[in-house]
Nanobody, 119 residues
Framework: QVQLVESGGGLVQPGGSLRLSCAAS????????IGWFRQAPGKERKRISC????????YYSDSVKGRFGISRNNAKNTVYLQMNSLEPEDTAGYYC????????????WGQGTKVTVSS
C-alpha cells in the first residue's frame, strides 16, 4: 500500500507562492494518478488539481486555474503543486491522494499540510 506525505505548507502573504510536495513510499507512484485536494474550515474537501500517472494530462479547478501548476517526478516518487498568486481564499488544509485515474475516486490519502494566506 502506498503511503503519502505532504509538505511545504506554511504562512504566506497574499500574492506569494508556495510549493507543496507529495512524497510516496511503499509502491511506485508511477502506478497512480495523483490528486491535490483542499479543505477549508467548515467546508467540504474539494479536488483542485490532478495529474495522470504518466504526467501527460492534468486537471485544474476553476478556482486555481492559471495560478497553480501540478507536476510529478516519478523517479523521485514525488508530485508537486506550485501555487502562485496566493489569495486568502486559498487558506486550507491541502491533501494529496492516489486515484486510479483523474476521473476516479481517491483511494489513499496523506495527512495534509496547512496553508495560510494572510497579511
Amino acid at each position: 500500500q502506498v503511503q503519502l506525505v505532504e509538505s511545504g505548507g506554511g504562512l504566506v502573504q497574499p500574492g506569494g507562492s508556495l510549493r507543496l510536495s507529495c512524497a510516496a513510499s511503499g509502491l511506485p507512484l508511477a502506478d497512480y494518478a495523483i490528486g491535490w485536494f483542499r479543505q477549508a474550515p467548515g467546508k467540504e474537501r474539494k479536488r483542485i488539481s490532478c495529474i495522470n500517472s504518466s504526467g501527460g494530462s492534468t486537471y485544474y479547478s476553476d478556482s486555481v486555474k492559471g495560478r497553480f501548476g501540478i507536476s510529478r517526478n516519478n523517479a523521485k516518487n514525488t508530485v508537486y503543486l506550485q501555487m502562485n498568486s496566493l489569495e486568502p481564499e486559498d487558506t486550507a488544509g491541502y491533501y494529496c491522494a492516489t486515484l486510479p485515474a483523474c476521473s476516479g475516486q481517491a483511494n489513499g490519502w496523506g495527512q495534509g499540510t496547512k496553508v495560510t494566506v494572510s497579511s
